[in-house]
């Protein structure tokens, strides 16, 4: 069975600073997607990047780019010049052949002014 | 409209009673999922649709569960006999096709407490 891991609960940073958040994951699936969607209070669930497995180029989204690591199974954000409205919980997610998303424990992110 | 949009935002019952909520996607789409997401997790999936049909409902975690999309369109997630570990909240997703190529969009959720 799949499985994501988000090793850090919690992560602090400084406005304009940049931040990275962690995310390894468990399959046996050689095509798949991942995706790091952000969650803030008000609880609706925003896609911030997603990574098809098969392609090498690692993703990028304006501030938002991903360290996308195949053979070590590791799939992390980093998040340039972060914004005080980037405070949100963040959660890594694998989608394999079965089209649900798995998710990880998620990432509470606070951007401090 | 615009997103997906989930009805009704929050929903107090006792423990036993049956509850409904209900998930409107964006129009057009033709998979629509739904995930629990209990305090302090990540959400897990329940169960998806592609079309009317229940492609997948693995997720769904005991016969007390049950979800319908009669028409293709607006699906209810129907809890019999709720207990208090029914409490969290439900988010619901659709996407274009059940292709993973198409990106899964969530509402808002339903928060359920069960008293």
């Known amino acids: 069975a799949q499985t994501v891991t988000q090793s850090q609960p919690e992560m602090s940073v400084q406005e304009a600073e940049t931040v990275t958040l962690s995310c390894t994951y468990d399959t046996s699936e050689s095509n798949y997607y991942l995706f790091w969607y952000k969650q803030p209070p008000s609880r609706q669930m925003i896609l911030v990047i997603r990574q098809e497995a098969y392609k090498q180029q690692n993703a990028t989204e304006n501030r938002f780019s991903v360290n996308f690591q195949k053979a070590a199974k590791s799939f992390s954000l980093k998040i340039s010049d972060s914004q005080l409205g980037d405070t949100a919980m963040y959660f890594c997610?694998?989608?394999?052949?079965?089209?649900?998303?798995?998710f990880g424990t998620g990432t509470l992110l606070a951007v401090q002014p | 409209g615009a997103g997906v949009s989930q009805t009704p935002s929050n929903k107090v019952t006792e423990k036993g009673k049956y509850v409904e909520l209900r998930c409107d996607p964006i129009?057009?789409?033709?998979?629509l999922y739904w995930y629990r997401q209990s305090l302090g997790q990540g959400p897990e999936f329940l169960i998806y649709f592609q079309g009317t049909g229940a492609a997948d409902d693995s997720g769904l975690p005991n016969d007390r569960f049950f979800a319908v999309r009669p028409e293709g369109s607006v699906s209810t997630l129907k809890i019999q006999r709720t207990e208090r570990g029914d409490s969290a909240v439900y988010l619901c997703?659709?996407?274009?096709?059940?292709?993973?190529?198409?990106?899964?969009?969530f509402g808002p959720g339903t928060r359920l407490t069960v008293l």
């Open positions: 997610a694998f989608e394999g052949a079965t089209n649900k998303l798995i």
């Open positions: 997703a659709s996407s274009l096709t059940s292709d993973r190529a198409d990106t899964q969009y």
């Open positions: 129009s057009g789409h033709t998979a």
